[in-house]
């Protein structure tokens, strides 16, 4: 089964520096989608970024970035220039498509809690 | 557009009592999914649905149902409440997996917080 597990539950960058998230996964498809969830106190599950695993380029969205090792199965989070906004639980998930089946679902990791310090 | 919907936002139930939490999304999405976040937790999949009149359990079904009579509606029961189903549950919607722009795969609603007590 896969699984995806975020190894820090907790992270803290100063506000306008860079902050990494880790995440790894274990699978054993080849395609495949990863994804980072955004969740504030609002409660609000806000889609950050995605990955196909297909592609070879990583993903970028503004000042969010990833690094997508496919072989390493890592999938880490780059937050630049860092906001108060920015403050929130960030979840990586997996999704495995499973073309024609019925099985689709996200996998999430646990979380990792960042705080943003001004 | 309103996209995923859910109601109640909060609600307190006494142990046995059922109650149904509602979900509706406008953005003629085939699938749908109930999760449960626990807390300090990631999201875990209750059942889904891939369509009108198709649903197929997730990882923690037990103690919930589903029903699936449009595309629109995808209510989630809980028939007798007990303490662990404490939680808050959210709705999503997506297309049908496939490769390009349009699967960005679920759209979620805000969520319900349900305590029982």
């Known amino acids: 089964a896969q699984t995806v597990t975020q190894s820090q539950p907790e992270m803290s960058v100063q506000e306008a520096e860079t902050v990494t998230l880790s995440c790894t996964y274990d699978?054993?498809?080849?395609?495949?989608?990863l994804f980072w969830y955004k969740q504030p106190p609002s409660r609000q599950m806000i889609l950050v970024i995605r990955?196909?695993?297909?592609?070879?380029q990583n993903a970028t969205e503004n000042r969010f970035s990833v690094n997508f090792q496919k072989a390493a199965k890592s999938f880490s989070l780059k937050i630049s220039d860092s906001q108060l906004g920015d403050a929130a639980m960030y979840f990586c998930?997996?999704?495995?498509?499973?073309?024609?089946?019925?099985?689709?679902?996200?996998?999430f990791g646990t979380g990792t809690l960042l705080a943003v310090q001004p | 557009n309103a996209g995923v919907t859910q109601t109640p936002k909060f609600r307190i139930l006494k142990i046995g009592q059922s109650m149904t939490l509602q979900c509706t999304q406008d953005?003629?999405?085939?699938?749908m999914y109930w999760y449960r976040q626990d807390p300090g937790m990631g999201l875990k999949l209750i059942y889904y649905?891939?369509?009108?009149?198709?649903?197929d359990k997730g990882e923690v079904p037990n103690g919930y149902n589903v029903s699936r009579s449009t595309t629109e509606d995808f209510p989630l029961r809980l028939e007798l409440a007990a303490p662990s189903q404490t939680s808050v549950y959210f709705c999503?919607?997506?297309?049908?997996?496939?490769?390009?722009?349009?699967?960005?795969?679920?759209?979620f609603g805000d969520g319900t917080r349900l305590s029982i007590l």
């Open positions: 699978t054993s498809e080849s395609d495949y989608y």
């Open positions: 953005m003629n999405h085939n699938y």
């Open positions: 999503a919607s997506s297309y049908p997996p496939g490769r390009g722009a349009r699967n960005q795969p679920q759209h």
């Open positions: 990955q196909e695993a297909y592609k070879q």
């Open positions: 649905s891939v369509g009108a009149g198709i649903t």
């Open positions: 998930a997996y999704f495995d498509p499973d073309y024609g089946g019925a099985t689709n679902k996200l996998i």
